[in-house]
């Protein structure tokens, strides 16, 4: 299941539920393959189809989607918790085609608990390929769900709105001043011809895939 999320809300999300007072733990990157062509990489907000396989420290394969299930690769959305931490940071600015080896360590995967035939406290590592990369949901759904007053551009006050709601529908407490933060941040980088709105096109649009 996908959620209705632009990629700055999930990044704001995630560094919330990073929590700022531990420095994080790293995911180590290994580039295994990188294609000549790439014309865009992932990024928060990204949704990908991948092919994985999953290894614990001892070189027990957990999990293969090559071999395992429908051995289809498999589509979520990057950035915001849908997988395991180590995932949504070893899987930014990647090319399609391209494969990386991760390895991450157990906070940033499954902790002390495991899950099924990962035990407590284990160090994973992953070998993946993303094969597409589209664009995370910034549709005209989410345009209109957000333009309140239906007058074809969002105002500040609306983008404060979604924001709140989309805090809440997430399970964290809204936060006026963090909100405010967020809305300057989001007008400063998407309201292009600065008139104080952001309009259907310049939400529609994204300038740094042209
Ligand atoms: C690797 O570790 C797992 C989990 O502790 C264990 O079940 C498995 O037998 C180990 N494999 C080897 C080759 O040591
Ligand atoms: C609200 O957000 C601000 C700015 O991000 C932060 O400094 C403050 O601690 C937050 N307040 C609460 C109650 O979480
Ligand atoms: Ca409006
Ligand atoms: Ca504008």
Sequence with gaps: MLLACWSWVCASLVALAGGAKLPDPEVKIEVLHR?????????????????????????????????????????????????????DKGLQNMCAGERRKLTIPPSLAYGKEGKGKIPPDSTLIFDIEIMEIRNGPRSHESFQEMDLNDDWKLSKEEVREYLKKEFLRHGYAPNDTHHEAMAEDIFSKEDENKDGFISAREFTYKHDEL
Excluded: A
Excluded at 50 to 59: A, D, Q, R, S, T
């Design 35 to 87: 294609p000549f062509l790439c014309h865009r990489k992932s990024k928060y907000g990204d949704i990908l189809l991948v092919h994985h396989e999953g290894f614990l420290e001892n070189g027990t394969l957990f999990h293969s989607s090559r071999v395992h299930g429908d051995k289809n690769p498999v589509w979520f959305t990057v950035g915001i918790r849908e997988v395991i931490r180590g995932w």
